[in-house]
């Protein structure tokens, strides 16, 4: 081995200029070829990190934003179940609303049911899972009992009207609650 080498050293020296800047042209070459792979591959990795980055940002917005608009349809419901159930506080005022004699805002509240339906629940946050469903449930349940009730009022007795008045405050402090789960589930994707 060691006379390879000195015949290398020696084949080396014999080298003319020329034949000197052939090689490090291309030693040069191959060294650049490396770096421009090494750099492709550095910013193709740094490009979809950032396309990652942007793409996580983007559901954690979408997330939030729809646990907002969660948050504000579960607030209005709340407030239009509250004005019914004041509008229909009594068993004549059922019976004034049934008859068309006051008006009662059943088709904002039928709005806002359809609205919550339409929530595909798949694209809702995994912790809003849950109430957004006891939301849908609790407005439909409201919508339909107040319905029935307008409906068949006069087949009515006294018990059925206490069992209406009685639901309807349960209802009442159902969405409350629901109100307050999402607001603290809204803050919590918030950080």
Not at 96 to 105: L, S
Not at 163 to 173: C, L
Request: proline share 2%; hydrophobic share 45%.
């Amino acid at each position: 081995m060691p006379g390879v080498t000195h015949e290398c050293i020696m084949l080396l020296l014999k080298l003319t200029s020329a034949e000197w800047a052939a090689w490090v042209q291309a030693i040069g070459s191959v060294v650049a070829i490396f770096a421009a792979a090494y750099i492709a591959r550095h910013q193709s990795r740094l490009q979809h990190r950032s396309a990652l980055d942007l793409h996580m940002t983007e559901l954690r917005t979408a997330r939030v934003d729809m646990a907002k608009t969660l948050s504000v349809l579960a607030a209005n419901a709340s407030k239009v179940m509250q004005h019914i159930a004041g509008q229909l506080n009594d068993r004549e005022s059922v019976y004034r609303a049934a008859e068309g004699f006051i008006h009662c805002d059943l088709g904002e509240l039928r709005r806002i049911d359809t609205y919550l339906n339409g929530i595909p629940i798949h694209s809702v946050p995994y912790s809003l899972v849950t109430i957004t469903m006891t939301l849908g449930s609790t407005v439909r349940q409201f919508k339909e009992k107040v319905e029935t009730t307008l409906r068949l009022h006069r087949q009515m007795n006294e018990s059925m009207f206490d069992d209406f008045f009685r639901s309807t405050d349960e209802m009442n402090a159902s969405i409350e609650a629901t109100c307050c789960d999402i607001e603290a589930a809204v803050k919590s994707l918030n950080t």
